[in-house]
């Protein structure tokens, strides 16, 4: 059984930074991606990266704000958010996919962490 578990949410004033991390018990040659859930809303794809790092993803919403990374070592995977806006409150999960590919759909993930809750006050 593959298990997630998110770490690094928290309170933070708009325009601030926070990263996010997200451990991994196997990684092998999937995607790991962050998505994300405000309430009221569906869920959103965030940010998604190969197993061996070499390609990336970012929703537009993120873009040019996130970086997502990983360890090899560590078998850990962040997001690191900057220029925080209010609007990127949610509870962040992340996800290991069914294959190697760069999904953007929640349905392409299998396993999935708790959840860490981001807010970003104004």
């Known amino acids: 059984q593959v298990q997630l578990a998110e770490s690094g949410g928290g309170l933070v004033q708009a325009g601030g930074s926070l990263r996010l991390s997200c451990a991994v018990s196997t990684i092998g040659i999937y995607t790991v991606g962050w998505f994300r859930q405000a309430p009221g809303k569906e869920r959103e794809f965030a940010a998604a990266?190969?197993?061996?790092?070499?390609?990336?993803r970012y929703a537009e919403s993120v873009k040019g704000r996130f970086t997502i990374s990983r360890d090899s070592a560590k078998n850990t995977v962040y997001l690191e958010m900057n220029s925080l806006k209010p609007e990127d409150t949610a509870v962040y999960y992340c996800?290991?996919?069914?294959?190697?590919?760069?999904?953007?759909?929640?349905?392409?993930?299998?396993?999935w962490g708790q959840g860490t809750q981001v807010t970003v006050s104004s």
């Open positions: 990266i190969t197993w061996n790092g070499a390609a990336t």
């Open positions: 996800a290991r996919s069914r294959d190697a590919a760069l999904g953007v759909l929640a349905s392409q993930y299998n396993y």
